[in-house]
């Protein structure tokens, strides 16, 4: 006999999370490339009037927020998830 326990089936809830989550991070990677390759609007089809009053000259940053924050951020987080890190 070991001492080596098996790990516990995942929950339904837990799978879908995981689930969720990498579908919010692939979402947001593909929305983060595009608004940072086509900054003026010329990949998705957004006015620059809309910027006007923000931070923000063009869609460079905000599609850089869109892929570090919700894009990876939500990548790792299921990694870890799945893998049941302690953190």
């Known amino acids: 006999m070991s001492n080596v326990q098996q790990p516990r089936a995942r ?7 995981i689930v969720l989550e990498v579908l919010l991070g ?3 990677i593909g929305g983060g490339l ?3 390759l086509g900054p ?3 990949i998705l089809p957004l006015p620059m009037s809309q910027l ?8 460079f ?7 570090a924050v919700l894009g990876v951020g939500p990548l ?7 893998r049941r890190h302690r953190w």
């Open 40 to 42: 003026q609007g010329q």
């Open 61 to 67: 940053l905000p599609g850089l927020i869109l892929f």
């Open 52 to 59: 006007r009053g923000s931070p923000f000259d063009s869609y």
């Open 26 to 28: 692939i979402g947001a």
């Open 11 to 17: 929950s339904p809830i837990a799978i879908a999370s």
């Open 34 to 36: 595009a608004l940072m």
């Open 76 to 82: 790792v987080v299921a990694v870890l998830a799945w």
